[in-house]
Each structure stands twice: as C-alpha cells, then as structure tokens.
C-alpha cells in the first residue's frame, strides 16, 4: 500500500524553496537515461506525485515511450531522503492538467506565461529510503 506522508508532502511541496529539489529520473525504450531537476514536483494526494514539465525535451519524449519513473529527494540539513518509483502520465489538457498548474510553485509557474506546460502525474508503485530499505510497496 502506498501512502504518502504528511512528512513528505511538506518537505516535497517546499524543496525548491529550501534549495533541495527533486531529481526525476527517466529512460527511453533504449534505455537513454535523462536526469533532471524538478523544482515544480509536488506531492499530489496520498498516492501521487506530480509535476509541471514546461521544457518539453527528454522527459516528455521518453515518458511517452516508457512511463517508468523514479525520484529522489534529499535534504542533508534535515537528514532526510526518499526515492519513489512509479508510472507516469501526461495531462496536456483536462482536470488533471489544471489542478497540477493550479498548485505549481509561482517561481516555476512564473516561467511559463503562456501556460503550455504538461502536467505530469506519477502513480506511485515504491518508496524506499536513499539508501534502499523499502518503506511502502504496491500490493
């Protein structure tokens, strides 16, 4: 059963404040890895991360290709660190798409006027600490 913490709801949704965003990590159908900062990311409900993709380069292209995830977030000053893996789908339009833009930090937002951004939804299957004990599991 996966059930996102309280805990991590409030460190995610405010990493890019305390200068330690989420790094998602994607792979094509080949296997081209893509590693990138998610300052957008965001605890979306208790089984859910999601995110603002505004870039629309690798991670889009390779998530439409194969929607396995990963992410990590560390913050060393609270000794704190998580890394989720799960599924990935796109919203380019539709409720989703709106109530992921409606919670978007404004700093990440802010940078995209026009609004033609992605919203990104991660069900997520894994949580394990960085180091790799498993805290919760799909059944």
């Not at 990590?25 to 993709?53: I, N, Q």
């Not at 990963?70 to 000794?79: E, G, L, T, W, Y």
């Not at 026009?114 to 069900?123: D, F, N, T």
Request: proline residues 4%; neutral net charge.
């Amino acid at each position: 059963m996966i059930s996102l913490t309280d805990e991590m709801q409030e460190l995610i949704n405010n990493s890019l404040a305390n200068g330690t965003p989420c790094i998602l990590a994607t792979a094509s159908l080949k296997g081209e890895p893509s590693v990138s900062f998610r300052g957008s990311l965001m605890v979306f409900d208790t089984e859910h991360l999601a995110y603002w993709d505004r870039s629309h380069r690798a991670a889009i292209e390779h998530i439409r290709e194969n929607p396995k995830v990963a992410v990590m977030f560390r913050d060393p000053a609270r000794k704190k660190g998580w890394r989720f893996f799960g599924e990935a789908t796109l919203h380019e339009d539709g409720a989703i798409r709106q109530q992921v833009m409606e919670r978007v930090v404004e700093r990440e937002l802010g940078m995209d006027p026009e609004r033609k951004g992605v919203a990104v939804l991660i069900k997520v299957n894994k949580v394990t600490t960085t180091g790799g004990q498993v805290l919760q599991e799909r059944g």
